[in-house]
């Protein structure tokens, strides 16, 4: 069973930065990716920042680009997402997610499934103005 723990949320005034942290249990697949979502009071959960992991190739959601940056460190099997620049509108409860990549179409290219089907707990982050 694959776990998934996060660290970092917190409050924060609007310009400030948090970093986020999320270390994940031995994953029993080569090929998968780990991602970043939010979900805010009465607004659908979104995809933030995106990792494939033995790749390293990265994605990002418009609302975010430039401001927020997703590594890796497989040594410590742990994910982290640097949020500079922060805004009113990331006050969300913010998710660490993972998911296998079977398709070899998707794993020669890096691209991550858009369903995630391992979840962690999730932190929550507010941007004071």
């Known amino acids: 069973q694959v776990h998934l723990v996060e660290s970092g949320g917190g409050s924060v005034q609007a310009g400030g930065s948090l970093r986020l942290s999320c270390v994940v249990s031995?994953?029993?697949?080569?090929?998968?990716?780990m991602g970043w979502f939010r979900q805010a009071p009465g607004k659908e959960r979104e995809r933030v920042a995106g990792?494939?992991?033995?790749?390293?190739?990265?994605y990002y959601a418009d609302s975010v680009k430039g401001r927020f940056a997703i590594s890796q460190d497989t040594a410590k099997n742990a994910v982290y997402l640097q949020m500079n620049s922060l805004k009113v509108d990331d006050t969300a409860i913010y998710f660490c997610?993972?998911?296998?990549?079977?398709?070899?179409?998707?794993?020669?290219?890096?691209?991550?499934?858009?369903?995630?089907?391992?979840w962690g707990q999730g932190t929550q982050v507010t941007v004071s103005s």
């Open positions: 997610a993972a998911v296998t990549v079977y398709d070899s179409w998707f794993q020669a290219r890096q691209i991550c499934p858009n369903e995630y089907n391992y």
């Open positions: 990792i494939y992991v033995s790749g390293g190739e990265t």
């Open positions: 031995e994953y029993p697949h080569s090929h998968y990716c």
